[in-house]
Nanobody
Framework: QVQPVESGGGLVQAGGSLRLSCAASGRSFSNYAMGWFRQAPGKEREFVAAINWSGSSTVYADSVKGRFTISRDNAKNTVYLQMNSLQFEDTAVYYC???????????????????WGQGTQVTVSS
């Protein structure tokens, strides 16, 4: 199993950028699809982006497409979320999740992920 740990959150002005990192302890990180989800106050958790085990396939929510980029470095057991052109609506706690599947297309449904991090707060000031 793996244990994801997020970092890189913070306060940023609208239009700015942040890069989140998710370091996953444990073995066989390259066997896991990785996803980013977020939850804003008073709202349900929502999918943001996901990447398959090899990095050859990525999926994005429509709300972040063209602004966010997910990537991974299997040698470092780390997945990243580069967030550009941040908007006030991006304010949320961002969670990293791992799914032990070697499928080509990563899943966008949170319930299918096996392991979750504690989250990192991203606040965008307008």
């Amino acid at each position: 199993q793996v244990q994801p740990v997020e970092s890189g959150g913070g306060l940023v002005q609208a239009g700015g950028s942040l890069r989140l990192s998710c370091a996953a302890s444990g073995r066989s990180f390259s066997n896991y699809a990785m996803g980013w989800f977020r939850q804003a106050p008073g709202k349900e958790r929502e999918f943001v982006a996901a990447i398959n085990w090899s990095g050859s396939s990525t999926v994005y929510a429509d709300s972040v497409k063209g602004r966010f980029t997910i990537s991974r470095d299997n040698a470092k057991n780390t997945v990243y979320l580069q967030m550009n052109s941040l908007q006030f609506e991006d304010t949320a706690v961002y969670y990293c999740a791992a799914r032990n599947r070697l499928t080509y297309r990563p899943e966008t449904t949170g319930d299918l992920y096996d392991y979750w991090g504690q989250g990192t707060q991203v606040t965008v000031s307008s």
